[in-house]
């Protein structure tokens, strides 16, 4: 390595580095799990250029052998965090069985196949972790363009990032094999493809951060509606247009929520118009936070609020989400009364879940749907309802016969009463 490449990579750990640091800062004053590991994603990424560009090797000649093992690791070891990582900003556990399981498995795979390759000659090791980084991070970017499929806007931008650290990756283990003593100018571009694709990739983790922020309480969610700060009816029946026509071609599972508010006018008389418009904003954030920022949250009319959730992983997951939702929306909600001192509130609501399969009908329909169905909620115990596969009437949530075994069960139970009845 001479001055001018030297130069190169220096600049770029500097540019990586910078992005790093100011992440810290980021996380220093506002902690967060979300936070915690992109710092920890920047820094595995500079470490990885600072071992495979050479730089480091240069710096400390003296210790080769235990830095031809930081060689062979550091790449797996990067790529195998960023899935981690990416699991989690892509909500894949909510959306998609395969998405989730590739990514927590090469997660954990990927790391232990490259201590095996430390078992390989020393020739082979490099080589061998080069093959593994590729193709791991080229399933990440694969994932991550199913995700954009899904309807997740910011998951192409961040496919892009995942595109520009395979020829990064590629070039470093070049230049850490020594396979060709390439000029500083092609350096140059191995250099900007690593810094380019971290500062992207950083990008869309503090985009989605920002999204996850809007939908605490204290503060609100990506704005439309006045009020709440969510879509408006009209936006929201174009996400859901949008919606089944990628679903039609994708042929995904999804869900539609309504949660309906019955005793506004009895909170209004208590606490007024602006209390009233903050127990609207803490139901829509906390909607949100219960389907995730990568869905849509909409308020249909003034006291109905719907969310789509594009893809899930079957409808059984439906239970899970009803009476999440529903026991959060129980809680007391603290707003200011008329005199300016705080007040708790409960709100009579009931929650309605629709799933919906790949071809499924008219969007109006199935708003009307799940309207009907938060209706019927509000008399049962749990406050969430949905269809049963099996009979086709409003359930609670945790009644509803989701799987075959369930459905056939019921059947029986069914005929045998009707046995019986005639008996």
Known sequence: MDTLTLMVWCMALGAIGAV????????????????LRAVGYH???????LVLSGVLPRLAPAHAPRLHWL?????????????????????????????????????????????????LPVEDQLPAAAALSLAASALTCWLTFRAWTFGDRLALPMALGCMLTLPALAGLYVLAMELAAWPALTQAGVA???????ALTGRML???ERQAWRTRESGSVPAVDPVTKV???????????????????TRREGALVAVTIFDADRIAIQVGAAGLNEVWMTVAARLQRQVGVVNPVGRYWDRCF?????TIPGPGWLRGLGLRLAASLRRPIEVTGRNGDPVRVRVDMGVGLVHLAPVHPEVEDVLDDAQRLAEAARAMRSRAATRDPASGQPVPVEEARWSRRQRRRRERERAAASSLALQ
């Open 71 to 119: 060689q062979v690791l550091a790449g797996p070891v990067c790529v195998a965090l960023a899935n981690f990582w990416i699991h989690g900003w892509l909500a894949a556990g909510q959306r998609d069985r395969l998405m989730a399981g590739l990514l927590r498995g090469s997660a954990c795979a990927v790391p232990l196949l490259a201590l095996a390759v430390l078992r």
């Open 306 to 310: 719907v969310a789509l959730v594009e």
């Open 43 to 49: 820094l595995s990424v500079f470490l990885l250029v």
């Open 20 to 35: 790093a640091l100011a992440r810290t800062g980021d996380l220093v004053a506002q902690p967060s799990a979300a936070k």
């Open 192 to 198: 900007l493809s690593a810094t380019l694709a971290n």
């Open 206 to 208: 503090w985009r989605r």
């Open 231 to 249: 879509h408006s009816s009209a936006a929201l029946v174009q996400r859901l247009v949008a919606s089944q026509q990628r679903r039609r071609r």
